[in-house]
T-cell receptor
Framework: DSGVTQTPKHLITATGQRVTLRCSPR?????VYWYQQSLDQGLQFLIQ???????AKGNILERFSAQQFPDLHSELNLSSLELGDSALYFC????????????FGEGSRLTVL | AQTVTQSQPEMSVQEAETVTLSCTYDTSESDYYLFWYKQPPSRQMILVIR??????QNATENRFSVNFQKAAKSFSLKISDSQLGDAAMYFC???????????????FGKGTLLTVNP
């Protein structure tokens, strides 16, 4: 158990809908990263937050947004969903800046029908 | 931009044998970190081993070791005495050097699916 909690574990929804994925980091971790894992694209970095502020953006669509709250949990919002958004969405948090290690949650499996 | 390439989509090994997974990367940085992550069917990403680029000595964690060739930008993972529980997808990942302490984005390869045969 990495200590990073993601909810929900599974989510099935329809095209055009909006969903929110939640991530609770390990105690003391200030950085939260969101990754998307799909069969064709592999693991793609979406966005990073550090202590409530956005710090880096990757291949995140405009239909997607994220935020990190004062209690350090983070939410990834996906709107106007398309079939191609079906994927596993991971949250990862960083503890020690010197090791560079990220601790991953178990992921949220999103299926868009 | 940094890229990570894993040229072996799938590999198989007999239980108790040794297998080596390949990874190459492209970067213009001199200070960086390299990782191997394991993703079993449970889908949890688990760190297997890490290597700091400034260290010449290859990292080792029990049955797992790396062959880090900085000039060749190569970072292979060797699994000795393979066990059934080693069956998983293995991802090679790159992270740039400490750029102010708050951005530790990992860039991943496409992964290698390892099968362990009894």
């Amino acid at each position: 158990d990495s200590g990073v909690t993601q909810t929900p574990k599974h989510l099935i929804t329809a095209t055009g809908q909006r969903v929110t994925l939640r991530c609770s980091p390990r105690s003391g971790d200030l950085s939260v990263y969101w990754y998307q894992q799909s069969l064709d694209q592999g693991l793609q970095f979406l966005i990073q937050y550090y202590n409530g502020e956005e710090r880096a953006k990757g291949n995140i669509l405009e239909r997607f947004s994220a935020q990190q709250f004062p209690d350090l949990h983070s939410e990834l919002n996906l709107s106007s969903l398309e079939l191609g958004d079906s994927a596993l969405y991971f949250c990862a948090t960083a503890t020690d800046p010197n090791t560079g290690e990220l601790f991953f949650g178990e992921g949220s499996r999103l299926t868009v029908l | 931009a940094q890229t990570v390439t894993q040229s072996q989509p799938e590999m198989s090994v007999q239980e108790a044998e040794t297998v080596t997974l390949s990874c190459t990367y492209d970067t213009s940085e001199s200070d960086y970190y390299l990782f191997w992550y394991k993703q079993p069917p449970s889908r949890q990403m688990i760190l297997v081993i890490r290597q700091e680029a400034y260290k010449q000595q290859n990292a080792t964690e029990n049955r797992f070791s790396v062959n880090f060739q900085k000039a060749a930008k190569s970072f292979s993972l060797k699994i000795s005495d393979s066990q059934l529980g080693d069956a998983a997808m293995y991802f090679c990942a790159y992270r740039g050097g400490n750029s102010g302490g708050s951005n530790y984005k990992l860039t991943f390869g496409k992964g290698t699916l390892l099968t362990v045969n009894p």
